[in-house]
């Protein structure tokens, strides 16, 4: 160890002896920065990541490392100083192993001089810390693999420059096996392999934070073949001019089997799937716990094929063996219940015949193009998640995004497989679970109670109900195989203390049948299991098949596994072409793709009997009816996401806003909450494509321009709430036209409060409805600014215990009735015909749950126009790229609310946004300078260091030939 460090610092020395390392190393950061700040745009994409530092690190390492190794043997040997080492006491393994880690001390020191590149990012964005120490490991790795290469062919030459250039094609032809450039001209086959040889494409691995033990040993095994090379070729050297002997051949021999090793140890550990550790934020390439958990739940069989084509899109071609691998982390996680399959439709007729019939699959047309032709390839790229009698197709579309990479070419990545291939796995389990019993799916037993009075006190219409019920429940317990049981209690019994418990704990109290019989009853039904209790709404309709609806909705609604039901309430469109209308046609796509959405306007009073969460976008003059609804079904322990504001926004030809009346102040005033009369203006904001004119020459040019927009508040870091994982993942978000939200501290203290969205402290409110934006007297906003900033919330989550705003009142229901039944009345006395005696229609049963269960929640967002269409397609604009932030925020909220938590942790972990923080050219400009100055001055100081340490020597030479 003691020759090998010897011969390693004076090798160091070597490089400094003249300026040509430091040329090296000048020439390298110069490279390096020029490619993070100008190929790869890294301000134009916006990502606090270090994708662009590594992107050509593999190209950058060949031209240094060969630069460096090139003189090492060559130089020795053309001096004629090779003889004097080889016949020095100092053994050749120590003089090799020497060289290499000289070498390896140098390009370690050109790789510490980026380190200010990932630091600053820090400071810019949330920098994920796992593919920034995979990033510099994978450097190290393919630089030693490369060191050695360059030293064993340095060896083989007198001629440094010759060294040079065989460093450089065989280093890049290593490069160049496994990179997409061949490996697109064959099929999945034979370009699997061509990847596993291909230093690039380990390089790719391990930069995005997955450390697999395969892929750093085929560095080390490359740098072991060529450092025994080198070895045997200085051994070779030595006995050059003799005879052959035992002793020669015993050292070829040796050194065959030492390669062959190493070689065969990259086959055999390529059957080693587990030996790999994920060091990403969030695991995020490794099968989360809740994967695990619907994996658990299989009862059958579950199929998934992958549809790939061996000839497909040059972009697409490298995403394919990463799916795979994640496809057979599914077959280890699933054990014996998951079998995965892949096969190449376009080999076999029968197979591509069968994709079509039974799932639809037809090849997608892509088109191609280069520099000398263009052309189409009809390619597959889908995934079949088929259990028992369903399934699921995943296209391209469900699993890539594409976003602009410079001005010539698109980025292509995987989105987000985990998420799209178990959310396809969880609703074709839930659709069989749902066309089957739903009892199975309990670990637990399920109790009815029917808290009534005596059939004296009820109505005759409930009577008659009750008796339907009876026989409902009956069935429902022989299908349940003793799970289910059922019990009848009369809430007046007893002096009425069971009433009085009803009351504290659901809020329930005694009902009328209508404003002219107001003679007190009860009749509620709840379900429970464990600790969860869920009250059966009473139907409408007061028939067997409604009943045996709400009981199974309510039932499904306690089940795991089963798909909830979302009921969306939203403005009506507007059929007048030249308006510009409310449309949320990609919310509903991206809350179809995970549960059943219903629309209603809730006028009859009262929400569906399946829903399990109540979604109600950009309300206006809502009726009472349509708040009691609201009202009875928080009070009922559901879920509300409320998104409105005092502004409604409409995106035509210019920006109009205009103040409307949501008729829920007054409701949200009784839970606690006030939305403020004006809207948020942030100094930290988004763009607005705003049309400029400009002078060119004697002409005036209209263009677009991204100019600052103060009420597009971008939201980030502290803003978004990082306890809660409904914002914990987004990474920012740009909420449109919001106002807001004060908390009553006196009417919250006993329930939850988690403040979601805040603005940042440099938030002012505006009252002023014109929101078009004066850029020559207000540069900065392009609006005026009054008062002291501070930070605003614009969305909450409140849960809890609530006093409904009825509490003491009639029910609007009956009122409703009464109404309805004068007019008709009044119809009759006018027209003066005689009619036909028609039945008696239903009466509405009237009460009010005046207190709600611990369960409900509402999730309040202060902005009228949050994910819809036309707002979404205009923050698009804004930055150049499909913006989703807003759906991704109303998804996570939805299954946060219905308990979902599975989805959500997947989401959350595997699509972590990672935006840099808001900059002008300026800065960005000086953040560059201020990079290319920080390289000078580590090259500065690298230059006094080894100055330094070659005085010291000196002067230690100086004393020893003193002393002698």
């Known amino acids: 160890m003691k020759e090998i460090i010897r011969v390693a610092r004076k090798e160091f020395a070597v490089f400094f002896a003249s300026p040509a390392a430091l040329l090296f190393l000048g020439a390298f950061l110069a490279a390096t920065l020029f490619v993070f700040f100008w190929v790869e745009t890294f301000f134009a994409r916006n990502i606090a990541d270090v994708r662009p530092l590594f992107a050509w690190m593999p190209i950058l390492l060949i031209f240094l490392v060969a630069a460096l190794t090139m003189r090492s043997w060559s130089e020795e040997r053309r001096s004629g100083s090779l003889e004097t080492l080889l016949t020095s006491p100092t053994r050749p393994m120590a003089l090799v192993l020497g060289k290499f880690v000289a070498s390896m001390e140098l390009v370690a020191v050109a790789v510490a001089l980026t380190l200010p590149l990932p630091l600053t990012i820090h400071f810019l964005g949330p920098l994920d810390w796992g593919p920034v120490i995979g990033g510099y490991l994978a450097t190290l790795f393919l630089a030693a693999a490369y060191v050695s290469i360059g030293l064993y062919l340095s060896s083989r030459t007198d001629n440094p420059i010759v060294a040079l250039i065989m460093t450089t094609l065989v280093c890049s032809l290593f490069y160049f096996v496994g990179s997409p450039t061949l490996t697109n001209l064959f099929g999945h086959g034979i370009a699997n392999i061509l990847v596993l040889l291909g230093t690039g494409s380990r390089f790719e691995s391990i930069t995005r934070g997955v450390l697999d033990f395969r892929d750093l040993y085929y560095y080390l095994s490359i740098v072991g073949m060529f450092l025994t090379f080198n070895l045997y070729r200085l051994e070779k050297l030595r006995w050059m001019d003799n005879p052959q002997t035992p002793h020669h051949r015993q050292w070829a021999l040796v050194t065959i089997l030492a390669v062959t090793n190493l070689l065969f140890g990259n086959i055999w550990l390529a059957q080693i799937s587990w030996a790999r550790a994920d060091i990403t934020q969030g695991a995020m390439y490794s099968l989360s716990p809740a994967t695990s958990g619907y994996l658990q739940r299989l009862r059958e069989p579950l199929l998934i094929r992958g549809y790939f084509s061996a000839k497909t899109h040059p972009l697409l071609a490298p995403l394919v063996p990463r799916i795979k691998d994640l496809l057979k982390e599914y077959a280890v996680l699933g054990h014996n219940k998951v079998r995965v399959e892949f096969v190449d439709p376009q080999q076999d007729t029968a197979t591509e015949e069968d994709a079509a019939s039974r799932y639809g699959i037809k090849p997608v047309p892509f088109q191609m193009a280069n520099r000398y032709q263009a052309s189409v390839v009809n390619a597959y790229f889908d995934i079949v998640i088929a259990y028992g009698d369903q399934y699921q197709v995943l296209g391209y579309k469900d699993m890539i995004e594409i976003k602009a990479g410079n001005e010539q070419e698109l980025a292509v990545d995987l989105k987000n497989p985990e998420y799209a291939i178990t959310g396809a796995i969880r609703k074709t389990l839930t659709a069989y679970q749902a066309g089957g019993n739903p009892f199975e799916t309990f670990d637990r037993d399920i109790t009815f109670t029917g808290y009534m009075s005596t059939e004296e006190k009820l109505p005759k219409a409930l009577v008659e109900f009750k008796v339907e019920l009876n026989n409902v429940l009956a069935e429902l317990k022989k299908k349940s195989n003793n799970r289910f049981t059922f019990q009848f209690k009369d809430p007046e019994a007893e002096g009425g203390q069971l009433g009085h418990e009803l009351q504290q704990r659901f809020g329930f109290g005694p009902q009328i049948a209508s404003l002219f019989d107001p003679k007190p009853f009860w009749f509620y039904m709840v379900l429970e299991t464990g600790k969860e209790a869920v009250q059966v709404p009473l139907p409408q309709d007061l028939t067997k098949l409604a009943l045996n609806r709400a009981l199974e909705a309510t039932i499904k609604r306690l089940a795991p596994g089963f798909l909830k039901s979302v009921t969306l309430v939203r403005p009506e469109r507007s059929f007048n072409p030249g308006m510009p209308g409310h449309d949320y046609s990609k919310l509903k796509e991206v809350l179809s793709e995970n549960s059943r959405v219903k629309e209603s306007n809730l006028n009859s009073g009262q929400v569906p009997e399946e829903t399990d969460l109540l979604m109600v976008l950009a309300p206006k003059d809502f009726k009472e009816t349509q708040i009691f609804a609201m009202d009875q079904f928080l009070m009922q322990g559901g879920s509300i996401i409320l998104a409105t504001s005092p502004f409604d926004v409409e995106i035509g030809r210019s920006l109009t806003a205009t103040k409307i009346d949501s008729g829920l102040k007054e409701w949200l005033k009784s839970l606690g909450m006030t939305i403020e009369e004006g809207m ?285």
């Open 680 to 964: 948020v203006l942030d100094a930290q904001n988004d763009s607005l494509p705003i049309p400029v004119e400009r002078q060119l020459g004697p002409i005036k040019v209209q263009e677009i321009r991204m100019l600052p927009y103060g009420y597009f508040a971008d939201i980030r870091r502290d803003g978004l709430n990082r306890d809660n994982p409904i914002t914990a993942g987004l990474g920012q978000l740009t909420i449109n036209w919001a106002s807001a939200i004060d908390i009553d501290p006196q009417k919250n203290k006993e329930r939850k409060v988690v403040p979601l969205l805040t603005t940042s402290a440099n938030s002012w409110t505006q009252n002023n409805p014109d929101v078009i934006p004066n850029y020559k007297a207000f540069p900065k906003l392009g609006f005026a600014t009054d008062g002291q900033p501070k930070a605003k919330t614009v969305a909450v989550m409140v849960e809890g215990r609530f006093d409904s705003f009825f509490k003491g009142k009639p029910s609007p229901l009956l009122k409703k009735e009464e109404d309805d039944k004068a007019k008709k009345d009044d119809e009759k006395a006018s027209n003066k015909k005689e009619e036909t005696p028609k039945a008696e229609a239903k009466k509405t049963i009237g009460g009010v749950i005046e207190r709600s269960a611990e369960s409900a929640r509402i999730i309040l967002v202060a902005s009228a126009g949050f994910a819809e269409d036309n707002i979404l397609d205009l923050s698009s604009q804004g930055m150049g790229t499909i913006y989703s932030k807003p759906l991704e925020f109303i998804q996570n909220s939805v299954d946060w609310s219905l308990e979902d938590r599975g989805l959500l942790s997947i989401r959350s972990r595997g699509h972590f946004s990672r935006t840099l923080e808001t900059m002008d050219q300026s800065n960005r400009m000086a953040l560059e300078y201020l990079h290319y100055g920080i390289a000078i001055l580590g090259l500065v100081w690298v230059w006094l260091w080894r100055r330094n340490a070659r005085h010291k020597e000196q002067a230690r030479y100086q004393s020893i030939l003193v002393e002698a």
